[in-house]
């Protein structure tokens, strides 16, 4: 037990259920032996002695009753910590936390139930039942109320979940004590009705005036936009610099409109037509998110400038496409972004209080998409956690036209948190001050334990999934319900009526005021000229479109050779397993003798050359800090203590962090978190690597809505780096394949470069390029496919010249020491390992001179410029073939074929040679992979 937990100035009465449970058991052993319990809990006992259920600290203001507590029987007491127990873990399912349903039944917590009577609870102090109820609740009777009111009204709990005594007990004393509740004036009061009146007046307003247009409305869950409003409010009150939201389609309108301050001449300009994009941005809102192509306007994200402390702050909602809650992982990227210092060598340097994540998820996806658990399971990991998110379920109880039974196997939609030790607080959407009470809560806890906490806002959705569906087709009862039910803001009016909080003149007042600002900013976007759209207006802008070419990558031999002896320097002491220091030791000597730099140690160079630049870094996947293929060893360990080492973090000249994390054994949620890491800090070479290249595949919702159209539907500029191990090798169809094929299909309008590299230099100076475009207009994702036998192949790796003189070269033509051009009557291009499969055939057989090799290292952009010339120099070709390991109807051959196409005169033709056309990526038997790949390299060099 924690120091939290045992307070020695409160004796017995501050264990309650199993705790009691426990220290009676612990009061046992210590009869027996005092050695045998803890010294703390030694301590008390010397203290209070035996239990005896009073505390000696307590005077009798507590104790209502004319008998005393120890004229009860053990059975009494107990019953009675059962009661207050059972209140606690299971008063959630009584309380009345939904707007359309009764409260349930079932759950039975009458004192008859429990062998109880009102006087026997009067006799019971009432710090027993509830010791962080508030002064007037006086007795044990008067504690079961009190429990029964906090846990089963609008606002409900569930804390079993969470293992760590002090943080259940930290949110028992709130919970109990009202004190995270805040405080409403009637002028706090009279602002949240104004608040609720603008949610439902926008609503009612675009659904007069723009009639069946989608907007996913807000309505049965208004009180998000005052629960988002508070949690800005507190959170920048408190610090915190940058606040991220997540959210999908449902009232995304009206959180723009209200919370992120979106002009609503825009919005309403984005049901008219086309966007004007030359409408000012108003009342701090500071970025509207255009591509050149667009999104739909429920998907769009904003900016938003806001004061309340020295610094201001940053409000931003996140892009998010039809995907849901796949942009979890990018606002939690966002966050560790913001909170991480980058300046320093090391590993940079987390502020949990410089960001804040919130994520809004819907009742149906939460527990029915997978990127949920992948995203939660980030929370506490070194590499991801982000110092606590405030996670809120809009909960409409209807996921589409499905109902929650048939949605879900769990009784609540976030049921799903609980394997994660999240605190869950169930609140009923038309009590919006117990909402604003919840996102109190949801902020003291975070801010005080920097862990996740759940909202699961209990409301419902007035109208279908969109204003176009029609669900009483398919929820009659349901809809007709919803149909008589009162809007919140009409409950709240109320409400506030009979407190003569505000009038009916006022509320009319208010309501017309709010139209009538409406009409005006509707007439503007009516009476204004229409947007034109031009067909230029479509396409990407000029940096996009320029080429990458005349970037200077080399680096001086000096600076290598001294960056070179840092890498393979340890501390005094340290102990490196002593055939990995062999391994190392052969980098010594490389710009002395003769000797190559193979991928690993090239790639060593490049991130040393970078960071030494000023350029931070940040590479996680898969067993990332030694290699899926033990190649990297970038993060050193002690052969007799397990202590770590990177020679990275303490280079001399480094001037920028460099993080390297292990990954979970996740693809869909590391990916969404390091794109929106690079997104957030666009200076930063952020890499991820799989395990094997098509790993990937778990990620590629990711890589289809967000990375490779991000930039088109929203202008969102990202540089990522993906590494992918790929190649044939004979593993079988699971470990051969990157799925080079998907990434070419997805490229266009230079939203990312897709190369295939066979040389270690090739692989330093790209990403020694990549490093220099970041934070430029002409930035891109890059997606590298990555070798894997090949990491130690000595045609890979390249002479130290090539790294002080060299470039990166999208083409590289190979031909034998006696080709003569006009001899030469057959071209083959290819990309990857074939290549240099074909090079070692060439060499060993030193016997074919009427064939030039034509590596495609660049595959996207196609390096036509660098073809062309072919045409020219090799005069007397008749024949291009285009060579690959991978299935015909797989790799580059459907990408390249309409490229070469375009190049080639009329008297070439165009062959394939690879893999027939198969439904999985390669044979499971070695044998075959084998025979396969000698066939392709006979055919293509001697057919």
């Not at 032996?33 to 307590?58: A, H, M």
């Not at 009494?76 to 409260?103: K, M």
């Not at 449902?250 to 992120?260: E, F, K, S, Y």
């Not at 979890?328 to 966002?334: L, M, Q, R, T």
Request: charged share 25%.
């Amino acid at each position: 037990m924690t120091k939290y937990d045992i307070q020695y100035d409160k004796g017995w009465a501050q264990f309650v259920g199993p705790n009691l449970g426990y220290m009676e058991d612990l009061y046992d052993l210590y009869k027996k032996d005092k050695t045998l319990v803890p010294e703390n809990i030694r301590l008390f006992f010397e203290k209070w002695g035996e239990p005896n259920y009073v505390d000696k600290s307590e005077t009798s203001r507590r104790n209502g009753g004319t008998k005393h507590t120890s004229q009860l029987s053990y059975e009494e007491i107990a019953n009675a910590f059962t009661l207050s127990e059972g209140i606690r873990s299971r008063g959630h399912l009584i309380a009345n936390i939904s707007p359309l349903e009764e409260r349930a039944v079932g759950e039975d917590f009458s004192l008859d139930k429990y062998n109880l009577t009102a006087e026997i609870l009067r006799i019971i102090p009432a710090n027993i039942i509830s010791p962080f109820a508030p002064p007037q609740v006086k007795n044990g009777y008067e504690a079961v109320e009190h429990l029964l009111k906090v846990y089963t009204d609008t606002l409900a709990f569930e804390i079993n979940q969470v293992q760590n005594m002090e943080e259940r007990n930290w949110l028992k004393e709130k919970i109990e004590s009202k004190s995270y509740q805040p405080h409403l004036s009637k002028k706090d009061k009279r602002f949240l009705l104004e608040r609720l009146n603008k949610v439902e007046g926008f609503e009612h307003f675009l659904h007069k005036k723009f009639i069946g247009q989608k907007r996913f409305s807000i309505e049965g869950l208004d009180s998000i936009v005052p629960m988002l409003d508070d949690a800005v409010k507190e959170s920048v009150q408190n610090g915190t610099e940058n606040i991220m939201i997540g959210m999908a389609h449902r009232g995304r309108l009206n959180v723009l409109a209200h919370v992120l301050s979106k002009p609503y001449e825009i919005i309403f300009s984005e049901f008219h037509d086309a966007p004007n994009k030359e409408l000012v941005p108003s009342e701090g809102s500071i970025g509207i998110n255009y591509g050149w192509t667009g999104d739909v306007k429920y998907h769009l994200g904003a900016d938003k400038e806001i004061k309340g402390n020295a610094k201001g702050a940053t409000l931003t909602l996140a892009n998010n496409p039809s995907h849901l809650e796949f942009v979890n992982p990018v606002v939690e990227g966002f966050t560790r972004a913001a909170q991480d210092n980058r300046d320093k060598k090391g590993y940079a340097t987390q502020d949990v209080t410089h960001a804040l994540a919130i994520l809004i998820h819907g009742d149906a996806a939460f527990p029915g998409q997978g990127i949920v658990a992948e995203t939660l399971n980030l929370g506490k990991l070194k590499g991801y956690s982000t110092g606590g998110t405030i996670h809120i379920i809009a909960n409409n109880i209807i996921g589409f036209t499905t109902i929650s039974e048939d949605s879900r196997s769990t009784n609540y939609a976030s049921d799903l948190a609980k394997g994660f030790e999240i605190p869950i607080i169930h609140v009923n959407a038309d009590d919006p001050e117990a909402c604003l009470a919840a996102i109190h809560l949801a902020i003291q806890y975070r801010n005080t334990f920097h862990k996740d906490i759940i909202i699961d806002l209990v409301g419902y959705r007035r109208f279908g999934h969109n204003e176009m569906d029609e669900p009483l087709v398919t929820q009659p009862k349901l809809y007709k319900k919803i149909k008589k039910h009162e809007t919140v803001c009409q409950i709240y009016e109320k409400k506030l009526k009979e407190q003569s909080v505000v009038s009916e003149d006022t509320l009319q007042s208010m309501r017309e005021k709010y139209l009538a600002e409406l009409e005006q900013h509707f007439k503007k976007v009516k009476d204004g000229k229409k947007s034109e759209l031009k067909e230029e207006d479509t396409l990407p802008p000029p940096p996009v479109q320029n080429n990458l070419d005349n970037i200077d990558t080399m680096v001086n031999v000096k600076v290598l050779k001294d960056l070179n002896e840092q890498l393979l320097a340890v501390p005094k002491g340290f102990r490196v397993f002593p055939k990995l220091k062999k391994i190392l030791e052969r980098r010594r000597y490389v710009f002395e003798k003769d000797e190559t730099i193979d991928w690993a140690h090239s790639e060593a160079l490049a991130f040393a050359t970078i960071i030494r630049d000023g350029t931070p870094i940040r590479l996680t996947g898969q067993d990332s800090e030694r290699g899926t293929f033990s190649q990297r060893h970038l993060v050193l360990h002690d052969y007799e203590n397990e202590k770590i080492y990177s020679p990275l973090h303490e280079l001399r000249e480094a001037n920028a962090s460099f993080d390297i994390y292990n990954s979970p054994l996740s693809e869909g949620a590391c990916v969404g978190f390091e794109y929106g890491y690079n997104v957030y800090s666009p200076e930063t070479l952020t890499l991820w690597e799989a395990q094997y290249g098509d790993f990937a595949n778990g990620a590629q919702v990711l890589f289809d809505q967000f990375i490779s159209g991000g930039r088109a539907k929203w202008g969102q500029k990202s540089g990522i780096v993906f590494l992918l191990p790929h190649g044939y090798e004979g593993q079988g169809p699971e470990h051969s394949s990157g799925r080079l094929e998907r990434f070419l299909q997805l490229a266009a309008e230079n939203n990312w470069h897709v190369v295939n590299l066979t040389r270690a230099s090739q692989y330093f100076h790209l990403l020694r390029r990549q490093a220099k475009l970041l934070g430029k207009e002409e930035v891109r994702p890059l997606v590298i496919m990555t070798p894997k036998s090949l990491l130690r192949n000595k045609l890979l790796s390249s002479s130290a010249d090539e790294f002080i003189n060299g470039t990166f070269n999208p083409l590289i033509i190979e031909q034998g020491k006696k080709t003569v051009s006009e001899k030469v009557k057959k071209i083959i291009f290819c990309s990857g390992k074939i290549a240099i499969d074909i090079e070692e055939h060439i060499n060993k057989h030193n016997n074919i001179d009427s064939i030039v090799v034509a590596r495609v290292e660049e595959l996207y952009p196609f390096p036509k410029e660098k073809i062309i010339p072919l045409t020219k120099k090799y005069g007397n070709v008749t024949e291009w073939i285009w060579v690959q390991e991978e299935p015909k109807n797989m790799g580059a051959w459907h990408y390249v074929l309409p490229q070469l196409r375009r190049i080639k005169g009329d008297h070439i033709s165009i062959q394939y040679i690879g893999r027939r056309r198969m439904s999985s990526t390669a044979e499971g038997d070695a044998a075959m992979h084998k025979k396969e790949q000698e066939r392709i390299i006979n055919e293509a060099l001697y057919d």
